[in-house]
């Protein structure tokens, strides 16, 4: 970017008249200490607009209708859910070891009702880190070597199929149960999906196949999810079918004995498989109460901040507000809630709006300050979520087959009480009903709203176009600095005066070729290419780690570091030592190490925006600052100014922010105290990131390689490179 | 003598009075003449998909229902269906249709021909039956048959726009092309008087380019129309307000009674439509108040008596008809002059009627004196018979100079 400005520019020199676009690009790579700092401001503000320009959530979608329809559910379902809760909390059941009891009434009931009835069994995948997989999806029909007869899981699902559909679609509702150690909520959940379940048995309105799948949760909610939905995908041929459950003798005879006890013509040892999956809704009640009203809480981000169609959302969050009368809230950042200095700012944006509203009555974009917290406080758990790329809950699972999902938690009022579960179990089969009503009145995939959006409430989104300009103008210095700096350094090399807008212009004594200088900006760009290197192999570091057996998340940490440092000493000695070569040679040459690694960050981010945007936000916040500061800290100490000591100052503090074990331990002391920060937490977050294959692993990678050339240019005057690796 | 009268020319000499009475017998039913209204039609129209476009069918087949109801056989209306929704899977209720949520009228009963349904509902095929150029393969059944004399009710309900109504979700139907099918059925004599009925957001603009008939719309220009309520049993909006509305007005009526367009058009209540119905009736030649519904709606149209049933080979012909038509003959060939002045895109509305009645006087004079013989002759019975005794001493004549 910067050099293909540069050239233009160069070309353009000679003429007398020059296009107003060159024109205006010479201005503001002239101007661009004074455009970095306008823009990041401006960038920075306008994040914290997002809030207030958020715009309430519409159905787009005309087919969907939600709450046309009065709900059929009545108070005849709601005992039969009541009935299977009964059964599932009775102590008997829990007797068996494998929880197979409980599997086998909720069987029964389904079967009772006249749905199809299947067992599916699987083995929980561990999770493993593979360090090209971070954009593919799951990997089909792949089947653990070592898996033993004793840890499987067992999914009921139970199929009704649409009387008059052409069952080619299908909504799946989930509720995630674990047989062994159930708390009452779950219970309950499955109470809920139940009674919504036997309505559906009886409507004449359906055009989608239903699937209830009773996920066990004993491995994890997500892993059981995730297994049956690897099954439903990817079909396996009997003829290709490597050993599985079925081999181990005791299983077997479990569902032969399963088999022949279940009475009727609708059970089967087969998958079961019903239509495409049109969307899902995973249900699960919180075990702890809610001390106000009921509420209910959605989950949506899944794997690498991918969201569902905004529409579901939407859905849910209409029948739940306007026809069931839940409080519906999404996930906030809860210490952001009580932050005084969000407050004031809220109160500033609030009284700025009244000023506009006073000099003109149509502008109405103030909102409260308080609203403005609790957005705002949403607005990060959504960015956070999103650019951690870990899914929030077994929706995440659909996700990755493109079928639009969220988990739904219900947190009632009120505890065990006979009336209120009935009341609990009436609203929420209610609210199921309305969604899988709604849903089963959509032509074709949710496709109308958005998919690319921020909550800041339940009821109001920042959209693509509005979040993207706070990304832009932070960024936008990032090419500007890139050509002034690449400017600057070769002109202050062809003329060897200093130039007044680089205070610190260092006069090139060398004498070279005019050829051999243009072509100079290589040099940096292999020292700039060295480190990255290093970074990737840094990143690839913990893929070997992981494989050492019996490791505490500390010791694997300490290893890493370990091999990290080595791995920079090879990497400095084969490759002819580049860091010290460039010692020598580019000693006054910091600022086209600065261009290029500005240019070859800004390029990241660009491109990390497209692919997960909130991971690219977080970055630009983190980078772009260090990024446009960063300068030898030598220089600064030998021009022993106030400005420069302070430019230092600044300088140590956000190389050190950025980087990223820094960056996490900061945050989590901020959120949690730092009493309980741990070195291992990181390593366990690290690993948590690989397991879900999530591209910001990737990014902070590229975090992490960018903070090290910065660090490198930054310290490289001032420190040998052993200091260099200890600031790190 | 023999060889002086040729044969072959005296037969036509003969032949020529036969001729010129047959010519004025047949300029006597020329279509200036003719029209007359004789019978009805009706093409009625649901021109959107889907589950949720629910209200557009039932609005047609209440449409459907009423004007059967008030007497278009069923041969005689054209009804096109976009969707399926009684068979849809998610009707609660299968194979019913219903416009009220009380569920009391099933408009999907067992009587009900639909002509185009499903994907067959196109611009295309739309415009294949009003203009008549049907591909020769199509059924009688699904052509709209109509002639100079015919009345035809079209109605059309479903998503429409700025001067378009959207057919089948993927394609339009533009005002301007409806202007230039009305324009063709015009000059083919397909209708005498053709209603457009439109229900759609912005209704009035679909008629805007001018098809020179009476038309009336749900909305104005930047007006949507509304559903009128929601079904929460089936889940959906069941009827539109214009619609709900007119079928109320036709609710009250029987075939029998004498309501006129006025009428339905002023009963029209722009805050329960929550829009402006709009019709424009300058480009129809009949006052509104004089206009019966049934016109349009039903199959009722003004009996002749005549003397002696079935008697007559022409009823137009008949003398007692004629006694009391030709007082306001004049009147009415000056009517209808203006309305074709009007059609051929003249706006001077008020032509001299003198002036026309002396161009009047100079076309018709050969017709004129045909006339005074016919009203001289009792009936076109009589006349025929002495045409024909008076061909025998010619035909004798004839057959003796040959010989």
Redesign the interface.
């Known amino acids: 970017m910067a050099e293909t400005k540069e050239k233009s520019l160069s070309d353009e020199k000679p003429k007398p008249r020059v296009r107003p676009i060159v024109r205006l690009g010479i201005f503001l790579i002239s101007h661009s200490f004074l455009v970095s700092v306008v823009c990041c401001t401006a960038g920075v503000l306008a994040l914290f607009l997002l809030p207030v320009l958020a715009k309430n959530t519409y159905i787009s979608e ?2 969907l ?1 939600p709450g ?3 709900p059929m559910l009545s108070n005849q379902h709601v005992s039969d859910g009541n009935r299977l809760v009964k059964d599932l909390t009775n102590p008997n059941s829990k007797s068996s070891e494998t929880g197979i009891e409980s599997h086998k009434i909720i069987a029964q009931y389904m079967l009772d009702l006249g749905a199809e009835v299947s067992f599916h069994k699987f083995h929980p995948q561990m999770n493993q880190f593979h360090p090209l997989h971070f954009f593919s999806s799951p990997v089909s029909g792949k089947i653990q070597e070592n898996y033993s007869c004793s840890s499987y899981g067992i999914n009921t699902v139970g199929i009704i199929r ?5 069952g080619k679609e299908a909504i799946v509702l989930v509720t995630p149960y674990n047989a062994l150690k159930s708390g009452f909520g779950e219970a309950l959940s499955l109470g809920i999906a139940y009674s919504v379940f036997s309505l559906l048995t009886q ?5 989608k196949d239903i699937i209830w799948l009773v996920a066990d949760s004993q491995y994890g909610e997500y892993a059981a999810v995730a297994a049956w939905l690897r099954e439903y995908q990817t079909p396996k041929f009997s003829s290709l079918s490597t050993p599985n459950a079925e081999m181990c003798p005791d299983v077997n005879n479990l569902f032969e004995l399963k088999g022949h006890s279940i009475s009727g013509s609708k059970f089967s040892n087969s998958f079961r498989r019903a239509g495409t999956m049109a969307a899902a809704l995973v249900l699960k009640v919180r075990d702890q109460n809610e001390q106000f009203e009921d509420t209910i809480s959605i989950y949506a981000e899944a794997s690498n901040g991918q969201m569902p169609n905004l529409d579901l959302i939407n859905v849910v969050n209409y029948l739940a507000v306007h026809r069931q009368g839940l409080r519906v809230n999404v996930e906030k950042l809860w210490p952001l809630l009580n932050s005084s200095w969000l407050k004031s700012l809220g109160e500033i944006f609030e009284s700025l709006a009244k000023v506009a509203k006073s000099l003109y009555p149509k502008w109405k974009f103030g909102i409260p300050a308080t609203e403005y917290v609790e957005g705002t406080a949403t607005l990060a758990s959504s960015l956070y979520y999103q650019a951690l790329g870990v899914p929030t809950g077994p929706h995440g699972a659909f996700r990755d087959y493109q079928v639009d999902a969220i988990t739904l938690e219900i947190s009632p009022k009120f505890s065990l009480d006979k009336v209120w579960r009935n009341d609990i179990l009436l609203r929420g089969g209610r609210l199921i009903e309305g969604v899988i ?1 709604s849903v ?2 959509l ?1 074709e995939k949710f496709h109308q709203s958005f998919f690319l959006y921020l909550l800041t409430s339940p009821s109001k989104f920042v959209s693509v176009g509005v979040y993207m300009i706070a990304f832009a103008l932070l960024i936008a210095p990032l090419p500007m600095v890139a050509a002034s700096l690449y400017v600057d350094a070769n002109s202050s090399s062809n003329c060897s005066k200093g130039d007044s807008s680089t205070p610190s212009a260092i006069t090139d004594t060398d004498e070279h070729g005019i050829a051999i200088r243009s072509w100079r900006w290589l040099n940096s760009a292999k020292l700039v290419f060295i480190v990255h290197l290093w970074g990737a192999i840094v990143s690839l570091l913990p893929y070997f780690i992981s494989q050492i057996p019996d490791c505490s998340p500390t010791t694997s940490f300490m290893i890493w570091v370990l091999l990290s440092i080595l791995s920079l000493l090879t990497l400095n000695s084969v490759l002819a030592s580049p860091l010290a070569c460039a010692k020598a040679t580019q000693e006054k040459e910091w600022a086209l190490v600065k261009s290029v690694t500005i240019s070859s960050v800004f390029i990241g981010l660009g491109l990390m925006s497209v692919i997960n945007f909130a991971t690219a936000e977080i970055g630009a916040l983190l980078m772009v600052p260090m990024c446009l500061l960063a300068r030898p800290l030598k220089l600064d100490v030998r021009a022993g100014t106030l400005r420069s000591f302070c430019r230092l100052i600044c300088n140590l503090v956000l190389g050190h922010i950025a980087f990223p074990p820094a960056a996490f331990f900061l945050l989590k002391g901020m959120l949690d105290g730092f009493g309980n920060a741990n070195v291992g937490d990181f390593w366990m977050w690290v690993e948590s990131l690989w397991a879900w294959n999530s591209a910001t692993y990737l990014f902070i990678d590229l975090t992490w390689r960018a903070h090290a050339v910065v660090a490198h240019q930054s310290c490289m005057m001032f420190w040998n490179l052993d200091v260099l690796v200890l600031s790190l | 003598m023999e060889t002086f009268i040729n044969p072959k020319s005296l037969f036509h000499l003969l032949l020529l009075p036969c001729l010129l009475l047959y010519s004025s017998i047949a300029y006597n039913s020329s279509p200036v003449e003719a029209a007359m209204h004789t019978n009805n039609w009706a093409v009625l129209v649901c021109t959107s998909r889907f589950w949720f476009n629910y209200r557009h069918m039932a609005n047609t087949l209440s449409l459907y229902r009423t004007v059967k109801r008030l007497g278009i056989p069923d041969e005689r209306i054209i009804l096109m269906l976009a969707d399926d929704m009684a068979c849809n899977t998610r009707n609660k209720y299968p194979a019913q249709v219903f416009n009220n949520e009380n569920h009391r009228l099933n408009l999907y009963g067992d009587n009900v021909e639909v002509d185009y349904r499903g994907y067959e509902v196109t611009v295309e095929n739309f415009l294949r039956v009003l203009t008549g150029r049907h591909e020769t393969a199509v059924p009688r059944s699904k052509r709209l048959l109509s002639d100079e004399g015919s009345h035809i009710l079209l109605y059309m309900t479903g998503h429409g726009g700025d001067e378009f109504l959207k057919f089948q979700d993927s394609e339009e139907l533009q005002s301007h092309d409806l202007a230039d099918a009305v324009k063709q059925m015009k000059e083919k004599h397909r209708f005498k008087e053709l209603l457009i009925m439109v229900d759609t957001c912005q209704a009035a603009t679909l008629f805007n380019q001018s098809p020179g008939v009476l038309a009336i719309g749900s909305s104005m220009k930047g007006e949507n129309s509304y559903s009128h309520h929601l079904d929460s049993d089936v889940g959906v909006s069941v009827v539109d307000r214009f619609t709900y509305y007119t079928l109320a007005f036709f609710e009250r009526l029987n075939i029998y009674d004498n309501a006129s367009l006025s009428s339905l058009f002023s009963s029209y209540n722009p805050s329960l439509l929550m829009s402006t119905a709009y019709y424009r009736k300058d480009l129809y030649k009949r006052r509104l108040e004089e206009v019966p519904v049934t016109n349009f709606f039903g199959s009722v149209m003004e009996t002749i008596h005549t003397d002696a049933a079935y008697k007559a080979l022409s009823r137009r012909n008949s003398g007692r008809f004629e006694d009391e038509m030709s007082l306001d003959q004049s009147v009415h060939h000056i009517k209808r002059r203006m309305l074709i002045k009007v059609n051929d895109g003249d706006e001077i509305h008020d032509i001299n009627p003198e002036l026309l009645q002396g161009e009047e006087g100079a076309s018709k004079c050969p017709w004129s004196t045909f006339r005074k013989k016919f009203q001289k002759a009792e009936n076109v019975d009589s006349l025929l018979n002495y045409g024909l005794v008076a061909m025998i001493p010619l035909l004798v004549i004839s057959t003796w100079l040959v010989q």
């Open positions: 005309n087919a209708m046309s329809a009065s649409a009387p008059r559909g052409d409507v004449t309105w359906l055009a009503r089963n009145n032509l």
